[in-house]
Every structure is written in C-alpha cells, then in structure tokens.
C-alpha cells in the first residue's frame, strides 16, 4: 500500500505538471511561444533565409560534391575575367556587341 507521502508527491508533480500545460494554453501563451521562437532564431533549415541559408548547405555534408564543382567554376571563370585583355575584347564580336559600342564588327 502506497505510503501518504508517496501519494502526497506524486499529486503534487502532477499538478506541477498541469500548471505547465494550462500555462501554455490561450491567446497570451501563443503570442508569448511566437516572441520566443522569433528570439531563438530559427531552427531549421525550412526556417532559415539569405547567408545562414547558404553557410548551412555548404557545410551540409551531401552537398560536397557540388560546392566544390561550384568552386572550380566560379574560380576558373575569375581567372579568365582577369585574363581578358583590352585587344582580346577589341576583338570578340559578344564583347562588342553587348558591351562595346553596340554594332557587330563588320566581317
């Protein structure tokens, strides 16, 4: 047979445990849930926007292989950029036509 004090405890952790429930129920509790999460930040990655979006793919491990493909490329398209000369943009017919003086070189 369960002892006075038993029981006495065991009420009184369910009642804190109902105070806990009933304190988080209502229109107040939600909008105090809400503010908090908002503070926290978000959690996940559906949740997430902008730089912490991206930081958190690239250090995803899945995406590996293509953040280094991306590299490469982005790397690789730097180093042509800088080696594009004045003579050689005189001479592309894109340059000139999109960026130049607008006409395509006459063949």
Do not use: C
Not at 59 to 72: A, D, I
């Amino acid at each position: 047979m369960p002892d006075y004090a038993e029981v006495n405890e065991y009420f009184q952790k369910r009642m804190e445990e109902s105070r806990s429930v009933w304190a988080k129920r209502g229109k107040e509790a939600r909008i105090a849930a809400y503010n908090q999460r908002l503070a926290e930040g978000p959690k996940t990655w559906r949740q997430m926007k902008g730089m912490p979006l991206i930081i958190h793919e690239i250090k995803h491990v899945g995406n590996r292989p293509f953040m280094w493909g991306f590299l490469t490329i982005a790397l690789g398209t730097v180093y042509v950029q800088t080696k594009f000369t004045d003579e050689m943009r005189a001479n592309s017919d894109y340059w000139q036509t999109f960026h130049g003086s607008g006409k395509p070189k006459a063949h």
